[in-house]
Structures are given as C-alpha cells and as structure tokens.
C-alpha cells in the first residue's frame, strides 16, 4: 500500500488514467494516495528532433511517501527485478523512481529515451555502463547521468548481484517497465516507441 499526506486541491483539480493505474496495480500497487493520480504524461512534437517532447508538469502539492515493507518486487527481464519506489503517477510525473536487482551476467540492451533524463546509482556491486561509444565500470557509490537521447546499455559482469537507482526526469515511464514484464521479448520494441523509446542493437 502506498501513503501520502493529502494534498490540498485546486482549481485545476487533476485527471486520472486507469490505463496507467491498471498497469501499476498489476504490478501490485493498488493505491497511488487518497486522491486521483495524476494525469499521464503527454508528449507534443519537438520540432528540432522530430521526437516527442514532454509536456511541462506542475509539481504535486503534497508530499509522497512509500515504505520499503510495501516494495512489490517484479521480473522485468532475464535477471532483473524491480521495484517502484516512486512511480510518476506518485510524484506528479516529476519523477519515477526504480530500484532493480541484476543478477550476475544478466544486461540490459542497447536503448535510448528521446524525452526522459535517466540518472542511474549504484547501491551495491559494480556495473559495467556503456554511454554512446563510451564503456566503463561504474562501482558501488558511482552515479551516471545519461541526457535524453544517448543511447546506453548496461550489464552485470561480476560474480555477484548489483543493486541501482534509476530516476528517470520527467516521470511515467514505470508503464513500460510494467508491460514489459508481461509481454514477448519480439514485442518490447513496439512498446518501447509508446514510451518515446527505442531499443537499438548496435549502439547507434
């Protein structure tokens, strides 16, 4: 179950969507507060990209709170498990915060996020991260900050589990990883581009 100090409504109010609760309650969380989440992210064109852009958020106006006896833990690949600590629709889609737990020889494929930064920290274990054409071993206490639109990898070279962090700025993108979970490997690159994703092999 998920906590928050009640905020204090507006005028504007804010929209739900049961698309974005459903995906989360499958996931095991069955209540974001004791108001409506907030409305999903909305993405506009960027005309210097050709991507979508996010749209700009009003920060929520209570606070949020997530205990860890409440983590709901969920495989998202071979090897990788994950838990929301901050879901967007949590956070007012300021952020979404994840924690996973890799397993030796597990990784991540090649990717890239056209309208999210992502920001990875390293609890435990050493990850080895590969940034556009840089590689290097990121150890327990590191923190990588990846912009929007380089693409990345990731992998768990070691004889032992990685535990990290990942913020992803603005939030939202916690529906992919839940569907993700559920679906076809064949499948994820379609799912990826509804989440102005793209899964690329090799690094582009």
């Not at 990846?146 to 004889?159: D, E, V």
């Not at 535990?163 to 979970?181: H, M, N, Q, S």
Request: aromatic fraction near 6%.
């Amino acid at each position: 179950m998920l906590y928050a100090v009640p905020r204090r409504k507006d005028a504007g109010g804010s929209g739900s969507s049961e698309a974005s609760v459903g995906s989360l309650r499958a996931a095991g969380i069955d209540r974001i507060d004791g108001h409506a989440p907030a409305a999903p992210v909305r993405a506009r064109p960027d005309s210097a990209s050709g991507h979508a852009s996010a749209a700009p958020r009003c920060p929520p106006q209570h606070a949020w709170i997530k205990y860890d006896r409440d983590s709901f833990w969920f495989d998202v690949g071979p090897g990788e498990r994950m838990t929301l600590r901050a879901p967007g629709q949590g956070t007012g889609t300021a952020v979404t915060l994840c924690e996973s737990r890799i397993s030796p020889g597990s990784s991540c494929p090649p990717h890239v996020h056209h309208t999210a930064d992502e920001k990875l920290h390293v609890l435990a274990g050493t990850l080895v991260v590969q940034c556009g054409k840089e590689r290097f071993e990121a150890p327990e206490g590191t923190t990588v900050v990846i912009p929007r639109g380089l693409p990345h990898a990731w992998s768990n070279t070691s004889p032992r589990e990685v535990r990290v962090l990942a913020y992803f700025t603005p939030g939202g993108i916690e529906d992919y990883f839940v569907k993700v979970a559920r679906i076809k490997p064949q499948e994820r690159e379609l799912v990826a581009r509804q989440h102005d994703s793209r899964l690329l092999h090799p690094i582009d």
